[in-house]
């Protein structure tokens, strides 16, 4: 008796393998024939539609190039000069070129012939004027063709408009042709024509390079249903008319034309098939389609065809045709092998299909047996998956009694696997969290510190999102710094440049009483630790801000892992919240364990010592920055005329810098100063000048030559009324007009802006040996020293006094080395006291040349010397306008003592623009600046 496998088996077996073959066999049959038409069909569709551009194109082109030699100057001057006797216009031009020969160079109109040479599809180029006198021709003589029908269609009838010919007989040529006419107009009346005659050949030519399969073949037929293109060339010699079904011959080579401008030819009735004349009408009225199976004498073709629109005034709504000829042959072949393929497919299938339901009983047998062995060969608790045999038979009894057993082994490897799992991970962890500790106590930025607290919390606890509060104290609330989620691909807050836009968390409510309905707010309230196994089953706190995240996000937020962070002081820094703790290799969340709540504990302790720490030294580091400012300020308040110098310096220096690290258009593209570099130069900027604390008031206030407690003109200026008063001078003789004309010269000469020439410095001399009698003895008019301050040639320092002032710079060098500034501020001494040095070395107080000056100390250069040059708040001069200080420092460029790259992405960058709009006068502002560098 056979078994249920066996029958299920056979009545499978004999079902499938009939319907099979009789599906099959009909559907690939019927798809396949129909596949193979179809894409045939298309194929040709497109190639006739290329064929059919590639025509229009040539036509176009021949079209074009007429037009363009009807409107060209010296094809109108060959009308317009031509002798009027028509005899003398011949002997003219056959004495000018060689009208006997062939197309070769000198055998016709130079452009024409030209022309001729370069484009192949002419067959010839013809210039004739309204009388129907030829004026140009490509080559040969010039003829009259007043009697051709083209021409009384243009210049008899006065019809002035371009057209593309129908397919004629040549006087000249003997065989057809098709030509092209444009009028020639001249200050629009009417003066010639511009002839041109198409080469039939080359057009077969094209035709023939776009025929690509040997079973296909094309035809052209002008617009009135002419063959001008076939592979036979006795249809293109001849006119064979399809529209008409006729042929048309010359009655003799030599005859003239007739009345119409015709040749006189012999008609004959031709035999083509009545498809080929429909599909001339058709395709000459705009129509493109199709004719299946049209008998020809070499058998069935399928015929294809499309119009071709014609350019030209008179061709309006004319078309050409060109038709694909198939030779159906090859189909019909296709279709016989087609059959054969049929016939190996449905044998195919049948033995595949023997093969298949070979494998079936395989599948009911034999592959349970198979599952069964493999399993217990492969004894994997950690990965142990049931066997699911659904079977009706007693493989489905095995099979439960094999899993009983298999899952029993399994729950007690996976109980030993656990306990081993926790001894590493706290072994792991343990590892993990010292190096934790070390990497917090080495990052000083605020941001990248709290990620690497949020992100090293979900290492150690595999949680998929996490979000860090920060207290603040001031509001009593909690604020997002940090929120991270795996899953969702987002992090917010930090060097994310994504800010956290969520609302802090109150600690509490409005009636004063705290807030612990959050779970983070009851964390950071009380200081418990709070371990929730699934939120949405949670009572005691209020997620329903998690459940609409969840929602808007569609997440699902489920375990939960809150601790708050506090100081060594017990002072709460913030809360680190975790969420959806996932199991080891796999995405399934599971509660947070006990150890990584233990773990999380410690790491917030670090976290919080970590955050302390770094603000501290944050705060000593402001609290150094403004001792530095407020010693700068001190140096600042110390002249009466340089308040606020030392601010501007920094606020230049600061935005030159800032213009380099973005213009890319400068000598300094590449060149970006990082944060610790911009601190270093904002520091060296504000420490600039503290060497002048050393410098006496009155050099450092100096303004005008005699300046020291008070200006010695004054003193001056009282001596000379004294000597013009009571006081006797030692000639006995005082002109007051001559003393008040040498005073104001003395008055002059103690401006610090002018400069002493030597005339003026020989003045000063005979001045000084001048004396006056007071009380019986004699006196200078201006003592040694006055003279010696008045003879200053440039400025109102005397050399002592200048030297005062640049010991300033080796002052500031000796004073900030004495500092012990940190690492990334070692440098502030230098680029400090280098301000004042020079690219030529004339500078102080090194005399450093060229790139032994640090970049640096050329930034505050410029910044220095501008800032000087623009200041608004000089009480002894007015303030100078920004077209002269550019000039000054051109002009300083060209002497070697500033950087001329510094100061060209000083304007380019938008620096001094910015800077002028916030700290110059408008009135000083007279140039415009640009924006940004361009």
């Known amino acids: 008796m056979m078994s249920k496998v066996s029958r299920k088996f056979n009545t499978l077996l004999i079902l499938s393998v009939a319907l099979s073959v009789f599906f099959s066999s009909m559907t690939v049959t019927v798809y396949l024939l129909f596949r193979a038409e179809k894409d045939t069909h298309e194929k040709n569709l497109i190639h006739l539609q290329g064929l059919a551009e590639n025509i229009r194109a ?52 130079p452009l024409l012939s030209m022309l001729q040479q370069q484009y192949d599809f002419v067959e010839l180029f013809f210039v004739q004027d309204k009388q129907g006198f030829q004026t140009a021709r490509s080559f040969g003589a010039l003829g009259q063709r007043t009697d051709r029908w083209w021409f009384k269609k243009m210049a008899v009838n006065q019809d002035y408009r371009s057209f593309l010919s129908h397919s004629y007989y040549s006087l000249t ?23 041109m005659d198409i080469n039939f050949d080359k057009l077969q030519e094209i035709v023939e390079s776009y025929m690509v399969l040997e079973d296909i073949y094309a035809i052209v037929t002008d617009m009135e249903g002419v063959v001008i293109a076939h592979p036979d060339s006795q249809y293109s010699s001849e006119i064979y008319n399809l529209k008409d079904m006729t042929r048309s011959v010359l009655k003799d080579q030599d005859s003239s034309l007739n009345v119409g401008g015709y040749r006189d ?65 090859p189909i019909l072949r296709t279709r016989n092998t087609i059959f054969i393929y049929i016939l190996i497919f449905i044998l195919s299938i049948i033995l595949i299909l023997y093969y298949i339901f070979k494998g079936r009983f395989n599948q009911n047998i034999i592959a349970p047996l198979e599952v069964l062995i493999d399993s217990m060969k492969d004894l994997d608790f950690e990965h142990f998956e049931e066997i699911d045999l659904i079977t009706d038979d007693e493989f489905s009894l095995l099979s439960s009694s094999y899993n009983r057993l298999r899952r029993k082994l399994a729950d007690a490897n996976n109980e030993l696997k656990n306990k081993v799992d926790f001894l590493k991970e706290s072994e792991g962890g343990y590892k993990a969290f010292a190096d934790i500790g070390l990497a917090l106590s080495t990052e000083k930025n605020v941001d990248k510190l709290m990620e690497l607290i949020l992100d090293e919390a979900r290492k150690l606890t595999r949680a998929d999102g996490g979000t860090l509060y920060l207290y603040n104290e001031e509001d009593d609330c909690l604020e997002f710094s940090i929120l991270h989620n795996e899953t969702m691909g987002s992090r917010l807050g930090g060097t994310s440049g994504n800010p956290v836009t969520l609302p802090p968390v109150p600690l509490s409510k409005e009636d004063g009483t705290p807030n612990k309905s959050n779970a983070s707010s009851h964390a950071a309230i009380t200081g418990e630790i709070i371990n929730i196994h699934d939120v949405y089953k949670a009572e005691n706190f209020d997620f329903s801000g998690t459940q609409t995240y969840d929602r808007l996000n569609n997440y699902h937020s489920k375990s939960m892992l809150v601790i708050p962070m506090k100081n060594m002081s017990g002072l709460l820094i913030g809360v680190i919240q975790l969420i959806n703790a996932r199991e080891r290799d796999t995405p399934r969340v599971q509660p947070f364990s006990e150890f990584s709540e233990t773990l999380i504990v410690s790491l917030a302790s670090q976290a919080a010592v970590a955050l302390t720490n770094v603000e501290l030294n944050k705060d000593l580091e402001e609290l150094f920055h403004a001792f530095m400012r407020s010693i700068a300020t001190a140096v600042d308040e110390k002249s009466a005329f340089t308040g606020g110098h030392i601010t501007r310096v920094v606020i230049l220096t600061m935005l030159i810098a800032e213009g380099m690290n973005r213009d890319d ?63 006797k001078t030692a000639d006995d003789n005082c002109d007051h007009e001559q003393m008040k004309e040498e005073m104001e010269f003395l008055r002059q000469c103690n401006l610090s802006g002018e400069f002493l020439s030597d005339d003026k410095l020989e003045r000063l001399k005979t001045i000084s040996k001048k004396t006056y009698v007071a009380e019986g003895q004699e006196y200078p008019y201006i003592t040694e020293n006055e003279l010696y301050n008045l003879s200053i040639r440039k400025g109102n320092l005397t050399p002592e006094e200048r030297k005062q002032i640049e010991h300033h710079a080796a002052m500031t060098r000796n004073i900030l080395a004495e500092l012990k500034f940190p690492g990334h501020l070692s440098m502030v001494g230098d680029y400090a006291s280098m301000h004042h040095e020079k690219l030529d070395g004339s500078g102080y107080p090194e005399g450093l040349k060229g790139e032994d000056i640090p970049l640096q100390a050329r930034i505050i250069s410029v910044a220095d010397i501008f800032e000087a040059l623009t200041a608004k708040d000089r009480p002894y001069r007015q303030p100078m306008k920004l077209s002269k200080a550019l000039s000054i420092m051109d002009f300083m460029i060209k002497d070697g003592h500033i950087d001329a790259d510094v100061f060209t992405s000083f304007k380019s960058s938008g620096a001094m623009k910015r800077y002028a709009d916030e700290e110059l006068n408008p009135e000083q502002v007279d140039l415009e600046l640009p924006d940004s560098a361009e």
């Open 173 to 195: 040529g003997g065989k057809p042709v098709a030509s092209i006419f444009h009028p020639i107009m001249d200050e629009g009346q009417f003066i010639g024509i511009m002839g």
């Open 58 to 109: 040539f036509l176009d082109h021949g079209v074009t190039l007429n037009y363009q030699l009807s409107i060209n100057p010296e094809i109108k001057d060959s009308i317009l000069e031509a002798e009027e006797d028509w005899d003398t216009r011949r002997e003219n031009y056959s004495r000018n070129y060689n009208t006997d020969t062939a197309v070769q160079d000198l055998f016709g109109t």
């Open 665 to 727: 258009s400068t000598a300094f593209a590449g060149k970006t100063f990082n944060q610790e570099e911009m601190e270093e130069l904002k520091m060296a900027a504000w420490m600039h000048d503290i060497g002048k604390v050393t410098t006496p008031e009155s050099v450092m206030d100096k303004k005008t030559k005699l300046e020291g407690m008070q200006d010695r003109i004054e003193l001056i200026e009282s001596r000379y009324r004294m000597i013009c008063g009571s006081i």
């Open 265 to 329: 030819l012999e008609v004959s009735d031709i035999n083509w098939p009545e498809e080929m004349r429909e599909a001339v009408l058709r395709g000459i009225s705009g129509e493109k389609g199709f004719y299946e199976n049209v008998i020809f004498p070499e058998g069935a073709q399928n015929v294809y065809f499309a119009p071709i629109a014609l350019s030209g005034t008179v061709n309006m709504n004319s078309n050409y045709v060109v038709f694909l000829v198939h030779d159906r042959s």
